[in-house]
């Protein structure tokens, strides 16, 4: 079976690398699997995401030699939010709230202190007609809730393993903000639902966000992806990546004449036991390349370290790779690529299904 995976950068800076190794594996094993790639741009934060970050993201992708086979933006799709949202509001899944930040902050802060867990009380379930009435009275306007079912919920991770989460340990996800826009947590599933994603491969800071997504695609009534949850890029301290620092980002490898197949080599086998070597093109790549080879330890990436540290360190790599013998074997190209000044996957073009870009919904902050 052919497989349909997704990269969902959010276009409020630029790629670090740890982005860019999700983005890798992403490609490497549709293509293994006979499929294609999606780019998603999650630029619902109106306030945070620019058109400019959009560019550099699919030039950044492209530098690396990475394709896709369609590009969509979630601001385009707002209306299939809006579909998802009456479904759900017919099934009687979700529910108005009104608290504050603070308000729910204090809450938490009060089920820490009692040993539980910070999860929320529900307690616009209860709110009366007459309550809720007094509640809009004062200014207030409410959030939307997804009520999670009271079962446990389990998957068979492709990294992890066996994953499962209690009923009553996660806290009822906030669907929409007060102003309407729809959160990650719901446009995520719409999209991979209605695009096809077959398979959901991201950051182990997401494992939580995906035991609330399997219960909102069984409510929409759409087939479950397979998940699979990588540890996480660090830095030398290990601290995790930062799209304001530079050492990390990609812009700053390209401008210091670093070649794509290297960072490519890098990123495809950095927390393997695979040895990091330069290879010299994505078919060489692709042949060693199984996601099973990942190991649950978070990888560092070190651009500082020297080349008798680690083998995994990217200044290892450098040392080793880019004297003049070697960097005339990298291509800083595949061959047989379209440029990105004519590529029909640019998300800044309107084709192949991709959209100009648009900001027209202003996000407020998202209670919890």
Known sequence: MSAVTRFAPSPTG???????????????????????????????????????????????????GLDWTDCVRQSDRMDRYAAARAV????GRLYACYETPEELERKRAAQRERGRPPVYDRAGMVLSAEERHALEAEGRQPHWRFRLGDRPVGWSDLVRGDVRFEAGHLSDPVLFRSDGVPTYTLASVVDDRELGVTHVIRGEDHV???????????????????????????????????????????RGLREEGIEPMAVVSLLARIGTADPVEP????????????????????????????PRSTPTSFSACRSRWFGSALVSKVPTRLSGQRSR????????????????????????????
Request: no cysteine.
């Open 14 to 64: 630029l790629l670090h690398v740890g982005n860019a190794r999700t983005a890798i594996l992403n490609w490497l094993f549709a293509k293994k699997a006979g499929g294609g790639m999606i780019l998603r741009l999650d630029d619902t934060d109106a306030e945070r995401s620019r058109d400019e970050y959009a560019t550099a993201i699919a030039e950044d992708l492209e530098w690396l």
């Open 88 to 91: 759900l509001e017919a099934a």
């Open 208 to 250: 939580a966000n995906t035991a609330v997504q399997i219960d909102l695609f069984e409510a929409l009534g759409g087939p479950v992806p397979v998940f699979a949850h990588h540890p996480l890029l660090t830095d030398a301290s290990g601290k995790g990546l930062s799209k304001r620092l530079r050492s990390s980002g990609l």
């Open 279 to 306: 290879l010299v093109s994505m078919d060489e790549v692709l042949e060693g390349f199984d996601l099973d080879k990942i190991g649950r330890a978070p990888a560092r990436f070190d651009p500082t370290t020297s």
């Open 341 to 368: 000044r004519t590529s029909r996957n640019s998300p800044m073009r309107r084709n192949g299904g991709a959209s100009a870009p648009r900001r027209s919904h202003r996000s407020s902050p998202m209670p919890r």
